[in-house]
């Protein structure tokens, strides 16, 4: 069954204490690894796409990176302003327009 | 440039009652997709229509209903509500199926009481 595990399930980091977020994936033939932010009771904010393993993307402090079977999300220096919901996605093999979400990680930054 | 728009932001029905929500995706995107996202847990999948055609479906019962209009608008219409379909309700919008990027509304809070 294609699945999609995000970890941790919370993470609270000192204002500039960089770290990572992880989502690992069990699909067969990735199509599209995608990153999302959410904001408490707003829609997810597209961040990032990646295709095949190797393949690195950048954003101001995110660096997203992709292997066969997981993707990282670091944030580098964060700020409070990254607090967010960050959400990775999967496209279903089995279904072009179907994507598979993680239950996300919960990023709080304490100033 | 409008973003994906959502109507109404927030809705409170009754068991049983029916229950229609309508999104506007960004202009020039002709595939919309819904989602469900209940609190805590990430978006699942509801429907995808792309040029007014279903092209997918997930794991929601028949009472889950959406259409796609000539203009690419699409409503989510949800019959004999339950308490359990107390929801986020998201809309997403891309010019195409497949490996394209997804840009979501800011979705319905939906309350059954």
């Known amino acids: 069954e294609d699945q999609v595990t995000q970890s941790p399930e919370a993470l609270r980091l000192q204002e500039g204490e960089s770290s990572s977020l992880n989502c690992s994936y069990t699909?067969?033939?990735?199509?599209?690894l995608f990153w999302y932010r959410q904001d408490p009771g707003k829609g997810p904010e597209f961040l990032f796409t990646l295709y095949s393993a190797g393949e690195e993307k950048e954003k101001e402090r995110l660096k997203a990176t992709l292997t066969k079977k997981e993707s990282f999300l670091h944030i580098t220096a964060p700020k409070p302003e990254d607090s967010a919901t960050y959400l990775c996605a999967v496209q279903a093999p089995s279904s072009a327009s179907k994507i598979i979400f993680g239950s996300g990680t919960r990023l709080s930054i304490r100033p | 440039d409008a973003g994906v728009t959502q109507s109404p932001t927030h809705l409170i029905k009754t068991r049983g009652q029916h229950v229609t929500l309508r999104c506007s995706p960004i202009s020039g995107h002709k595939s919309v997709s819904w989602y469900q996202q209940v609190l805590g847990q990430g978006p699942q999948f509801i429907f995808q229509?792309?040029?007014?055609?279903?092209?997918g479906r997930g794991n929601f019962p028949d009472r889950f209903s959406a259409r796609q209009f000539p203009n690419y608008s699409s409503e989510l219409n949800v019959n004999a509500l339950l308490l359990g379909d107390s929801a986020l309700y998201l809309c997403?919008?891309?010019?195409?199926?497949?490996?394209?990027?997804?840009?979501f509304g800011q979705g319905t809070r939906l309350t059954v009481v």
């Open positions: 699909v067969s033939g990735l199509r599209g």
């Open positions: 229509y792309y040029e007014k055609e279903e092209r």
């Open positions: 997403a919008s891309s010019f195409r199926t497949g490996n394209t990027e997804a840009f």
